[in-house]
């Protein structure tokens, strides 16, 4: 699995890079199956339910699942989420990002920053004996200090063979999550912030995630695994935002 989070880090990080103002969301699409293309690896996304893109590119307001479209053109004050999912060697690595494009607001830089200094503060309590419970109540936690809302209507999951496995990881505690966490256990830890409400509705291509009050969304994600050690992110990357500074509660 190390080989295949790797690979779809590195994929991650050539596919942010051909995002720019100007450029349609199906061109950033079709980049990154050229990507996957050059290191080995094909698409866990494509027809993956019928979904159509190789990855899932998602702008703003969308949350999660968009598709690429030639009509779709990125503009300068944008924020792009990037999700890739890949498979080599029978393993699946998973992982996403959110970029911004040009000048955002103060108020989604912050977002932006939120998010991922979420997923990290996740990532740090996937400790062998630890409960799953506080992992997923970590996010919300730290997000609602800041203001924004969590998503609760799509979740992080258990990822290995196949994309999606047990357990569910929500991004928040549902009171119900029975879970210990063990060693060989990998999670597919996915945070998405959005400033106003956490409701989301599904647009009428049965993909795109939009937030019902239009407002931004950010999302990040890492494939982690427990280890006896601590936790090992399996798609390592350089931060996209500065670190944030959490006042003490």
């Not at 103002?21 to 094909?42: H, I, L, N, P, Y």
């Not at 989420?81 to 992982?95: H, L, Y």
């Not at 427990?226 to 996209?240: Q, S």
Request: proline share 5%.
């Amino acid at each position: 699995m190390r080989l295949a989070g790797h690979t779809a880090a590195e994929v991650l990080r050539r596919t942010a890079e051909v995002v720019k103002a100007g450029v349609s969301t199906k061109a950033v699409d079709e980049a990154a199956g050229q990507f996957m293309s050059e290191a080995g690896c094909r698409s866990a996304f494509l027809g993956y339910r019928g979904f159509p893109g190789r990855i899932c590119i998602s702008l703003n307001e969308e949350v999660v699942h968009g598709i690429g479209r030639a009509d779709r053109i990125i503009q300068n004050g944008d924020i792009v989420k990037i999700d890739v999912g890949i498979t080599k060697g029978g393993w699946i690595g998973d992982n996403a990002l959110t970029v911004a494009v040009g000048m955002v607001s103060p108020e989604v830089h912050q977002l932006l920053r939120v998010t991922e200094e979420s997923l990290l503060t996740a990532v740090s309590h996937a400790v062998p004996g630890g409960q799953l419970r506080t992992l997923c109540g970590s996010v919300e936690k730290l997000v609602r200090r800041f203001g924004f809302s969590v998503v609760q209507q799509f979740v992080g999951h258990g990822v290995g063979k196949q994309l999606h496995e047990a357990p569910e990881v929500p991004n928040f505690d549902n009171g119900r999550i029975k879970v210990r966490l063990e060693p060989g256990m990998v999670l597919a830890i996915e945070p998405m912030v959005n400033i106003g409400t956490p409701e989301v509705v599904v647009l009428s291509d049965r993909w795109t995630a939009v937030t019902r009050d239009r407002k931004a969304s950010s999302h990040f994600e890492h494939t982690v695994v427990v280890t006896e050690d601590g936790p090992e992110i399996l798609t390592p990357r350089a931060r996209v935002t500065a670190p944030l500074v959490v006042p003490a509660a």
